[in-house]
């Protein structure tokens, strides 16, 4: 049964460190989504790729959030310095997207704490 | 993309069937409606989606009016495990779903 993987599922860290949340899409899959859930916001669209291009990522704070999918089974999302603003859940998620189709497919999730 | 309205909460008896409503007055001809559900701390999970046809699945049917500003999402036999926020979304193809607010829906014993 295929699955979108996520790594870690939580993490907790201080102000200012560094932060890498990993995501492993569904083999053959060519879109791949990073979402962030908040109370407040709700889930937000922070970036896509399609075939590990950047589409859009106009949902990202620009000044400490990057992107990027260095191949085909890998995507990262990465907060460098991290504020307590960020806490919050984001989930990847993957799909054959194209023409009218938009079924994706979400990960668990990484739980992620700023102090 | 248009815009969604749920409503914000809605209780179903289990065993019933659970109807949740969407309007989407602003919805354009090429426009799609999706359906996920997100139960708690998981990751939503799609459910459905059509255009202007009714549709049905192992998991609900989505019945969408004739002029395509509303539509219906039916789990025609709830059970405990169908609480959870169900999200209705409107998609062009831009590859984006904009998630709502959704409907928290409570299915009770």
């Known amino acids: 049964d295929a699955r979108v993987t996520q790594t870690p599922r939580h993490k907790v860290t201080e102000m200012g460190q560094e932060v890498t949340m990993r995501c492993q899409p569904i083999?053959?899959?060519?879109?791949v989504f990073w979402y962030r859930q908040t109370m407040m916001q709700g889930l937000e669209l922070l970036a896509y790729f399609r075939n590990r291009a950047p589409l859009d990522d106009s949902g990202m704070p620009k000044d400490r959030f990057s992107a990027e999918m260095p191949d085909a089974t890998l995507a990262t999302l990465k907060i460098q310095p991290s504020e307590p603003r960020d806490s919050a859940v984001y989930f990847c998620?993957?799909?054959?997207?194209?023409?009218?189709?938009?079924?994706?497919?979400f990960g668990p999730g990484t739980r992620l704490t700023v102090l | 993309d248009a815009k969604t309205t749920q409503p914000p909460s809605m209780d179903c008896a289990e065993g019933r069937a659970a109807n949740l409503p969407c309007n989407h007055s602003?919805?354009?001809?090429?426009?799609?409606v999706y359906w996920y559900r997100q139960i708690h701390s998981q990751g939503p999970q799609y459910i459905i989606h059509?255009?202007?046809n009714n549709e049905t699945n192992e998991m609900a049917s989505l019945i969408i009016t004739e002029d395509r500003k509303s539509s219906t999402l039916i789990l025609p036999h709830a059970t405990l495990r169908d609480t959870a926020v169900y999200y209705c979304i409107v998609y062009s193809n831009t590859g984006k779903l904009i998630f709502g607010q959704g409907t928290t829906l409570q299915v009770k014993p």
């Open positions: 602003t919805i354009s001809g090429n426009e799609y």
């Open positions: 059509g255009l202007k």
């Open positions: 998620a993957s799909g054959l997207v194209g023409g009218t189709t938009s079924e994706q497919f």
């Open positions: 083999l053959g899959h060519n879109t």
